[in-house]
């Protein structure tokens, strides 16, 4: 076929497309907008990525410091690229991955912060640069969706928040039913989004969610970020046939994407194609191909263009000879672009001077078309969203709740029906600190922890303009009121009031519910503003211990307000806790209409409490011993409530002005032989593998779900009954549209289906390794298995660190060193890693290498270990073509060994067809449609009366005939006709497997067992993984700065506010409350780990499936990280404490200060791994922990005289206990 026929044919088509799209009955009916033109002038980018000092590791501030600066490291990202994108018009930016196209988008988008980047050329809309003047919205590559909400509910409350006025709520609930048909949501419109842990809708589902929620906010400028990531190709065609038909209607839609099919180049109106940063062709569809022809390089027949473009612009560099030759082409190519393009700039610029007036702005832009909703409907929608939100949270309500019950009836019990004695009106004190300060420390850091989790989506919401910081903050709380905000205090306050025995007053009851309320309400408040200062919950935490530490020493209960040195003293009037325990000690002792001396307590001398024997009963002499003034209820009332506004109010402004930005990782260097992985990688002979065939004979999959333990439990059918085998030496292929079961079939294969108490997977029919039945270890050690996600790799190492040390976790002792870092290397040059094998791996707050980037890592590891079944849930999904044939390719040759691949797809190109050895299609719903050889699959469908066409892409057209389109009624009763008459069919007459055959000489279990892969020596896995774990934490400063200056840090507000400790009467109280503040050390080694260990964790999960190393391994290099940093820190704790605070100024003490710092961190360490292993929800574990430690520290034997032998014998458990009767004698003790 000759290149004007093929142009031709394509320009028809597209015509075609255009006009079936315009005339569909199923339009959205979104009300008109402006038209906007976008043209993007010479743009380029460079990032600058030397961190500045505080940022910057540990291993590089010491150089830094001695003004050894490292060289500037800067990274070109984009180049000098120009393209244009008229209104009504639908633009592709493609290329390979890490071509830039994430990177021009945001650029275009103005949502990159540049503060260390260095950008040329400029963007404008109609010929205005500010982005603000238009309606824009962004489709971004991650799915940022709360689990708990179902699709259309995540529409709706979209579409309240989008859709400004004159729009009515019946308006808005009409686009909403029509957006989930136009994307094919309608079968999942009423299930929950979920999360990994608890499943909800299939990956695809989410990401047409994630475009449904940006098509509510009616754009004039429409950016998408991949958004066909994870859809099957059917879907991917529905996505981009609605953004075609968004841009008919005077739209201007720019899309980023990585392999479009055939079917969806033909839609595109534009094309930016981009290498390396640079742009090699920008302009209408139909020239791409003439431009790159007269380059010399021809379209083949029955080739995607797409395809075929990002062919010509991609480095491939798994070999020096492809390589070198790649990099002439792409230059040759950016070459001719930039010459053509200058001879445009130089006759536009001509054009230009010749006209005299200016040109006038396309569309009209009232201001009025970029407001946001009013802060009325903003307040009414969120609180709303939350309260649901919250109220399916069952763990989270369950945790505020838990918490108020526990700390009131454990409290209450260690302080039962107090008596009037010295001892009983110590420990009353005690009670009223308790309830002042530990109850809304526990508070703080709860909420703390869930903010950080819910600032997210918050963050992504402002940024695009529909959410305001008040209404945010304010709606928050409303939702919360009935939830938690008035249930909890109040809880607390019944169980504890009358426990205690305090005084049944009416009016003392209502004080102390109010001061407990405001108690509730300044800790989550201030919990907002410790978030707007730090994002992550490392440096929020850090922000609210510190401060709470601060509020403790001042409240006037561990040291007495008139003994703080002066220089702090004023300190008490800006800490609330002093406000508070003054006032609860006031409404205890004084009243709120006292009479003068106060309360009067059972004196032994006399009933006057006049009398001066007296005096210690009364009182007011109780407040004098604690220097509070005697009329402190009211003021301290009002005061309080000025602070919880004043939080929030400071909290909102951080919030409008500390905006959150994505940092970029700095790049690292890596010694490395750059000609290692170069040659072609080792092919073992068949003959020398052991196969390992996979039989599937019936095999279906049930979820047995119920809410409560007494609600009878709800069986969903995951996957309906298949019979199928996977065969070694081939590419075994799963393939169907997103919800068909696809990763459901493929962890239960891989034994990795975990039920919980509400979830219980069930397993019917049979599988079977060579005719015979594994075991569970036989399975594990046997079987790799790649994820749909990519979380199991470390932030902070690079990509070239990532493979080494995987390759010397799971490669055999045999084997050297060296032998594993060659291998490592061969492999990362294989999977087309070289251009960033020394960049950092990244994290939500860390930009560092690309998802698809992040996607070849993850499959990278798997095959280091050569398995014999390896298992990939979705391996090209986020690729381009070009890397997505590459990795097919070295599948295929890694099959051709003799090992058994099995891999789910959605999209695949056309050349990538003649691979599928084996295929099973699976139907939505988990019906199989058909299982056997590739190459019969078109003739089974054929006798069904479905024709391939010979320019179809063979998986496309499967995939097209077992999809139910949902986006119009009459397209849907016809395709679920047809889909069902497949299943029927398939059901009726399935292909003779021969699952009786000999399909192996390996045939009983005790064969099958010496497939076994041995799990490496602790002696080796100890050194690798203590090794990466140092690596990992060492570059991530708020990590050390969270592991180094707590304690230091608590040290130093210690000698603020005791140093010198006197040696007088007056001053027992002060030491005694210096000992007791060594129980907040308690809390410290609990944060610290929940700082840390929850994502190291994760990791184990993960690895330890793998079969990779020990728990005891990890336990023991966590351990190893975390002792030197608690050593340190406590001989700086125990120097501050002996000699600065004057605890007894010597050799003994200090060491003494130290060692019970050491023990004290060591346990609450300790706890927070026992319950953040035990819970995965961390939230709770933090709840749970909290309770635990406060009770401890209650225990002491400072803040309570008067314990039942039950709590006195649980309190030997403590390790509060023996440290304060280890420290007493010593600093009560005269030198």
Known sequence: MEKDEIITELSAKQTG????????????????????CIKVSNLSLEVNTTPPIWETSPSQVWQRLRGQRPSRTSKTVLDNVSASMPSGSLTAIIGSSGSGKTSLLNLMASRMSLSRANTRGTTTFNDNPDIARIRSAYVMQEDVLIPTLTVRETLRYSADLRLPPPTTPEERHAIVEQVILELGLKECADTRIGTTAHKGCSGGEKRRTSI??????????????????????????????????????????????????????????????????????????????????????????????AEFLIDLAAIDNRTEELEAASNLRVERLRDVWRAKQTVAADTEAEGKREEETPRPEIGNFETGAVKQVSFRRQFRVLTSRTFKTTIRDPMGVAGSLLEAVGMAVING???????????????????????????????????????????????????????????????????????????????????FYFMVGYRLDPGQFFIF??????THYIAVTFAAVAISVARSFPGASLVANLSFTLQSFACGYFVQSNQIPVYVRWLKWCAYTFYIFGALCANEFIGPNGSEPGQFYACPYSDNPLDPACKQYTGRYIMESLGMPSNWIWRPIVVLIAFAVGHYLFAGLLLQYNRFAIDVAQARRTEGNPTVGKSKLAIRPTEEARKVAISLDK?????????????????????????????????????????????????????????????????????????????????????????QDDDALMPSLTVRESLRFAAGLRLPTWMSREEKNRRAEEILYKMG?????DNLIGSDLIKGISGGEKRRVTIAIQILTDPKVLLLDEPTSGLDAFTAMSIIELLHSLAAEGRTLILTLHQSRSDLFAHFSQVLLLARGGYPVYAG??????????????????????????????????????????????????????????????????????????ELGSLKRQMLPFRVTFPLVLHRSVVNFWRQPPLVMARSMQIPGIAI????????????????????????????????????????????RDVFYREEADNCYTASTFILSYTAIEIPFEIVSSLIFGALAAFADNLQRTATMFLISAFNCFCIISCGESVGIMFCTLFSHVGFAVNVTSILLSISTILGGVMSLNVNDVLQALNHLSPIKYAIANLAPYSMHVW
């Open 699 to 787: 095999y279906a999959l049930d979820i047995q779900k119920r809410q409560y333990p007494w609600e009878t439990a709800r069986t969903l059918q995951i996957l309906r009954p298949v019979t199928a085998e996977f065969q070694s030496g081939e590419l075994n292929i799963i393939m169907g549209p997103s919800g068909s079961g696809k990763t459901s079939l493929l962890n239960s294969i891989a034994h990795r289906l975990h039920g919980s108490v509400g979830t219980q997977y069930r397993v019917h029919g049979n599988m079977l390794y060579n005719g015979a039945v594994p075991s569970e270890s036989v399975i594990r050690s046997v079987t790799s298995f790649v994820t």
């Open 212 to 305: 449904g929620v940006q098509l509510l906010a009616n754009p004039s400028v429409l950016f998408c970020d991949e958004p066909t990531t994870g859809l099957d190709a059917t879907s991917a065609y529905q996505i981009i046939r609605t953004l075609k038909r968004l841009a008919l209607d005077g739209r201007t839609v720019v899309v980023s994407i990585h392999a479009p099919r055939s079917e969806i180049w033909s839609l595109f109106d534009n094309v930016v194609l981009l290498a390396r940063g640079a742009a090699v062709y920008s302009g209408s569809v139909e020239g791409s191909l003439v431009h790159f022809e007269e380059c010399g390089h021809v379209l083949p027949p029955f080739v995607n263009p």
């Open 413 to 495: 019990w260690i302080f039962l029906q107090l008596d009037e004695s010295q001892a009983g009106i110590r420990s009353r004190e005690g009670s009223l600190y308790t309830a002042s300060s530990l109850n809304g420390y526990l508070i703080l850091l709860y909420e703390t922890y869930r903010l950080t989790i819910d600032i997210r989506l918050f963050d992504r919401e402002r940024n695009e303009g529909v959410v305001s910081v008040p209404a945010f903050l304010l709606s928050r709380r409303a939702a919360r009121l009935p939830l938690e905000d008035l249930p909890v205090p109040l809880i607390f306050s019944l169980i």
């Open 513 to 518: 519910f109010v001061l407990t309320l405001l």
């Open 17 to 36: 497309l255009s006009a079936d799209v315009r005339d569909a009955a199923y339009n959205l009916s979104l009300r008109a907008v402006d038209p906007v």
């Open 1053 to 1096: 507000i210690m000698a603020l506010f005791f140093a010198p400790l006197k040696n007088d009467y007056a001053a027992v109280q002060s030491r005694m409350g210096f000992i007791q503040e060594f129980a907040a050390l308690y809390f410290v080694g609990m944060l610290q780990n929940i700082a840390i260990y929850p994502s190291e």
């Open 833 to 837: 890693l070289k251009e960033c094998a």
């Open 933 to 1006: 050889p590739g190459t019969q699959m078109l003739a089974h469908f054929a006798e069904q009366g479905h024709e391939c066409p010979r320019t179809t892409n063979p998986a496309d057209f499967v995939l097209d005939l077992i999809t139910v389109d949902l986006q119009q009624a009459d397209r849907e009763l016809i395709t679920r006709k047809r889909v069902q008459g497949l299943i029927s069919c398939w059901q009726d007459n399935p292909l003779e497997l021969g699952l009786d055959r000999q399909t192996s000489q390996i045939a009983t279990p005790a």
